[in-house]
């Protein structure tokens, strides 16, 4: 059997033999001014107060040891290392006594001196750790955490290097360290082993350390947009802080909730329905209509990781509602829990969160008051960054309440700061709003500056999404018609310098307000034309029903036909909702078994979120600006344009696989906004540069709107077939006296056969798309053996 | 040893000719590498090595600074640049606290209507709450965002530094223990001022970096025409012999233990210097 040997370490060996022949005092000295990472003076008078001045002589005569700054000794670290090590075997007592001294110099220091309190932090935190290591790894934990929220990364760092020199004495509590190390990994944005974090997790149950893992899954799931495991990791690290009591980690736990919640639906495409959504008769019937739905969509959404596009499904919007409510309810929480800390970063950083999402909740008011109760704190005061934050969102309040001038100078007086910090992506966001601020105030001049400014800060935050937004709103600046003609071609020339075209699948930013005047304008008309429409086919039907079968023999007086009917009707007038509810729920099956199935885990990163054209290739980018593959046209082969987006991802997935081939295969998974404007951008550019590429488009039209209607269509015309061929169905006609009632048989004949029929073209229907489908992969297939 | 004005080495015994040789080589402009990477275990000379280096170097001739990256001071890019500033010298020095008034002092910014914010961007400050018998720590921000405003006005700065050195002057970077640098700190000195130094940027400036792991970035072929990589080696025994015996004057009989047990592992400058100070303090004190 083999024993694992400890790696010979013939310095310390030397050591050993050499050390030991020092007089007592003098190893005595050297030993204790190896405890601080730093000696000087103030912590010499604690080490050894008798004889400081001599002993601190003694210390310097040793040449592993140097004097950086005045008054500053540091040892080599190979010699420090060994001394510290020694500690442990002769003394462990008395390292603690003198390790807890130092620990209260450091607090002091920490307490009554502001400047590299980070520093004095840290070395408390590290001597105290070697006092109580329970208690301070809890208190490292703590800080640690600080840090990082606040993007203190290099101190962070800094702390877990001091931390890890402890490793040895700290004994089990060093499993912390290998979570402090994850962590760090997590906010340098680095792959995390989520293994090791499982088996810590296993072994710590219902500890802190468990709690915090727990938390670290948890946001690493939200950043990858796995939300249900997200949701599922943070809810298990609450329950566990409820049980320890532990408030710090419990408020930021709701803290993490709250933008898991916030991130869904930012990712999904925002919301785009407003909060008050019952404010008219018709919505009430649409909402009455839609909640069936509503709860089933939102039990599945909240458990699968994904949400599909909000666009075009107005229910989803409520859904996303719930989400918004259920992020501001963490918020709230958490809030509460920072202010009975009275950490005050926190409070700052949950207001300005609170303050975005009530603002997209339309609560405007409560948003203002937050921002100006926030604006007085004395930490945002004093940081022009946070200042801007909350300005930023008073401006886009202003503008909503037509105040222009306000709104002007709120927005650009944080436009500056955000591009003096560079906060590209806020940056990005407040120029186009005081663009379309000096659009409304009729100042052209400034608009431009504006979006100007917006292509500068889209360029470096790379949101080829935004440069698109900002092009079309230049062009649409460009049209007015009371601009000189040299302002217009400075617009134009502006417009002109975005080369790339953008095409976009999830649209979370600033097109959302065009989005929500949409869907807000067009709704209602939606739903009544889909009631009409409804209404008019079922009485088209029944007419011509009537008419081709003799109109004298219709028993309109009869109560069961009208019963029917009318069921029918309501059948019908609910049919475009349900196809929809049993369309996504289908696909949210379909989809997660296949995920399930094929093992596929990143199931969104896999999936792009634009797509950008330029004369080279094309690529992915996801809507934060990060790029993804690159695509270069000379390298295509086969270009798949799939159906519609509800189906992209189990088709890209068996495409991939029907493929075998991705790198010279472009699939578009998703018809996207600008759809058909993408397809023709692809095939243009494989045609111009004479590619050998095929473009095939893969379609399942099944459950499109347009089959939906020549499937009814159809039917009806099959019913008037059906019912003209008397012969067949003999149940009018001579057999019946004029006037009299139609027997009870024949009567009820004729209300199966519309359903029936429909049911049977649908049929023909998916089969004819099927075999449409599968002739296409089956060409795909074909074409990529080429 | 940050910004440390070296006082003359104490005991020489290693005199690292090839390596000095070729930072003269470099440093006078006969090679055209600019980065020097020295590569050796702990306790091997690398700090000592670049301690010789800096006193090697005449100050008439150039602007230097020696910059510890394991320190708990220099936890960021943002620190790194704040030393420098504070220890270089000349008109880098200039520059850089001219950029450090303007981005760390008072906030004062104005707009064509007004001025919106007023405050002191201080330092990032650490406090500690008592709650319910238990610490809590909190970090309170003075300026979040502020880091990376002022990373890059100090780089400016430093930038522009270098272009108004005089042309006969230059600037030397010593930066001892990289591999203890930050990410932050290492991603802005390899990003940043290396890769610069690479493409042809910063042409009065040398650096020199020691390291006990590898240099990965050195991988790529592009950096062999600017920059040296040199693993530095242990001591030959009769350089230990001639040191423990000639030098420090010390009994053969603990030779003969040292070179027992350091064989193994070879013979570290650092390490032997230690133990002959230590057997010194011991002969004295026996002969008091």
Redesign the interface.
């Given at each position: 059997m083999q024993t694992s040997q400890p790696a010979p370490n013939p310095y310390n060996d030397a050591m050993n033999e050499i050390f030991e022949r020092l007089p007592v005092h003098v190893q005595d000295v050297l030993l204790l001014g190896a405890i601080p990472h730093v000696l000087d003076a103030e912590l010499a008078k604690l080490l050894f107060p008798e004889e400081t001045e001599a002993d601190i002589k003694i210390i310097r005569s040793f040449s592993f040891t140097s004097e950086p700054r005045t008054g500053q000794i540091e040892y080599h670290s190979l010699a420090r290392r060994y001394l510290l090590g020694l500690w442990m075997v002769r003394d462990p007592d008395r390292f603690r006594r003198m390790s807890d001294l130092l620990a209260r110099e450091y607090r002091r220091r920490l307490e009554t001196s502001p400047a590299d309190s980070t520093i004095h932090a840290s070395e408390w935190l590290f001597h105290n750790l070697v006092v109580d290591p329970a208690g301070g790894m809890s208190l490292v934990s703590n800080l640690f955490d600080e840090l990082l929220e606040s993007r203190e990364l290099g101190s962070a760092e800094r702390l877990l290097h001091l931390a890890e020199e402890q490793r040895a004495w700290i004994g089990s509590q060093s499993v912390w360290l290998d979570y402090f190390g994850s962590s760090l990994a997590y906010n340098y944005y680095k792959e995390l082993n989520q293994t090791a974090i499982e088996k810590i997790i296993a072994e710590q149950e219902s500890s802190l350390l468990a709690a915090n893992c727990l938390r670290l899954l948890g946001r690493n799931a939200v950043r990858k947009q796995r939300w249900a495991d997200g949701r599922d990791f943070l809810l298990k690290a609450l329950k566990i802080c409820n049980t320890l009591d532990n408030a710090y980690t419990r408020a930021s736990v709701h803290m993490d909730l709250g933008d898991l919640f916030q991130n869904l639906v930012e990712s999904a495409g925002g919301i785009l329905v407003e909060a008050r959504e019952l404010d008219t008769p018709f919505r009430i019937l649409y909402y009455v209509l839609s909640r069936g739905p509503l709860w089933m969509y939102r039990l599945l959404a909240e458990r699968v990781n994904w949400l599909p596009n909000l666009y075009n499904m107005n229910y989803q919007n409520w859904v996303a509602l719930h989400f918004l409510r259920l992020a501001l309810k963490n918020y709230r929480l958490a809030e509460k829990g920072f202010k009975q800390l009275q950490n005050r970063r926190g409070q700052v950083e949950i207001a300005n969160r609170m303050a975005g999402l009530l603002f997209a909740l339309s609560h405007t008011g409560s948003a203002e008051r937050l921002c100006r109760n926030s604006l007085k704190e004395g930490m945002v005061k004093n940081s022009p960054y946070y200042t801007a934050r909350f300005e930023s969102i008073l401006g886009q309040a202003a503008m909503q309440h037509k105040n222009l001038e306000t709104a002007h100078e709120k927005l650009s007086n944080s436009l500056e700061i955000f591009e003096r910090y560079g906060d590209w992506e806020n940056a990005a966001r407040v120029a186009q709003n005081l663009g379309e601020a000096c659009e409304k105030e009729g100042k052209a001049e400034l608009a431009l500056d504006a979006y100007r400014k917006c292509l500068e800060s889209c360029k470096n935050s790379r949101n080829g999404l935004q440069q698109t937004e900002t092009a079309y709103r230049l062009e649409k600046l460009a049209r007015k018609p009371a601009l000189s003609e040299s302002l217009r071609q400075r617009i134009m020339d502006v417009r002109r310098t975005i080369g790339s075209l953008v095409f976009m699948d999830r649209y979370p930013g600033p097109v959302q307000e065009a989005f929500h005047r949409l869907t807000r304008y067009l709704t209602l008309p939606s739903i009544l034309l889909i009631l009409l429409f409804t209404v008019a086919i079922a009485f088209g039907a029944f007419i011509s029903v009537s008419f081709i079968t003799g109109e004298s023999q219709v028993p309109y007086l009869d109560p069961v036909v009208w019963w029917s009917q009318a069921i029918f009707l309501f059948a019908w007038i609910l049919l475009p909702l349900l196809a929809l509810w049993g369309y996504n729920l289908t696909y949210a099956l379909l989809g997660h078994f296949v995920i399930l199935g094929l093992g596929f885990t990143k199931v969104d990163e896999a999936q792009p979120n634009l797509f950008v054209l330029d004369d080279q290739a094309i690529s992915q980018q996801n809507w934060a600006g990060g790029s993804g593959q690159k695509i270069f046209w000379e390298n295509v082969r086969t270009a798949v344009i799939d159906d519609r987006v509800l189906f992209s991802r189990p088709m890209t997935f068996s495409s991939s696989i029907l493929l075998h081939d991705n790198e010279t295969s472009l699939l578009l998974p998703a018809s996207t906004f600008r759809y058909l404007e993408l397809e023709k951008e692809v095939a243009r550019q494989l045609t111009d540069r004479r590619s050998p590429a095929q473009i095939i488009k893969n379609r399942l039209r099944i459950l499109e709107w347009s089959s939906l209607i020549s499937s009814l269509l159809m039917g009806v015309i099959l019913a008037g077939i059906i019912v003209i061929s008397q012969d067949l169905f003999s149940c009018y006609g001579a057999e019946v006296p004029q006037g009299a009632d139609c027997p009870e048989a024949n009567r009820l004949f004729y209300l199966p056969i519309l359903p029936l029929s429909m049911f049977f073209t649908s049929l023909i229907f998916g089969f004819i798309s099927l075999v449409r489908w599968l002739s296409a992969n089956w060409r795909i297939k074909k074409a990529s053996k080429l | 040893?940050?910004?440390?004005r070296f006082e003359p080495i104490?005991?020489e015994f290693v005199d690292r000719e090839p390596e000095r040789g070729r930072y003269g080589a470099i440093a006078c402009g006969q090679d055209q590498q600019r980065i020097f990477c020295l590569q050796a275990e702990?306790?091997w000379g690398k700090?000592w090595l670049l301690a010789r280096l800096y006193l090697d170097t005449p100050d008439q001739k150039c602007f230097k600074v020696v910059i510890?990256l394991?320190s708990?001071?220099v936890?960021?890019?943002e620190?790194l640049l704040e030393n420098i500033a504070e220890e270089m010298g000349g008109p880098i020095s200039e520059h850089m606290a001219e950029a450090m008034e303007t981005s760390a002092g008072k906030?004062d910014?104005k707009?064509?209507?007004?001025t919106?914010?007023?405050?002191?961007?201080?330092?990032?400050?650490?406090?500690?709450?008592h709650?319910g018998g238990s610490?809590?720590?909190?970090?309170?921000?003075?300026?979040?965002?502020?880091?990376?405003?002022r990373v890059?006005n100090l780089t400016r700065a430093f930038i522009a530094g270098l272009e108004a050195l005089p042309p006969s002057k230059q600037a030397i970077l010593f930066l001892d223990r990289f591999e203890?640098a930050?990410?932050?700190?290492r991603d802005w000195l390899v990003d940043q001022l290396l890769t610069g130094m690479r493409d042809g940027e910063f042409p009065n400036l040398i650096a020199v970096v020691a390291s006990t792991q590898p240099f990965d970035f050195l991988e790529a072929r592009e950096w062999r025409y600017t920059a040296v990589h040199q693993h530095l080696q242990g001591l030959p025994e009769d350089a230990v012999r001639e040191y423990w015996v000639q030098k420090r004057r010390l009994p053969e009989g603990?030779l003969q233990?040292?070179l027992k047990?350091?064989?193994?592992?070879g013979f570290?400058p650092?390490?032997l210097?230690?133990?002959?100070?230590?057997?010194e303090?011991?002969t004295a004190?026996n002969q008091a």
């Open positions: - | 040893m940050n910004g440390t104490k005991h702990d306790g700090s510890d394991g708990t001071k936890k960021d890019e620190a906030i910014i707009s064509e209507r007004d919106i914010i007023h405050g002191d961007v201080a330092i990032n400050k650490v406090v500690v709450n709650q610490d809590h720590l909190s970090v309170e921000l003075q300026d979040p965002h502020g880091y990376g405003y890059r203890k930050t990410k932050p700190t603990d233990t040292i047990l350091l064989r193994t592992g570290s650092s390490a210097s230690n133990f002959a100070d230590m057997i303090q011991t004190t």
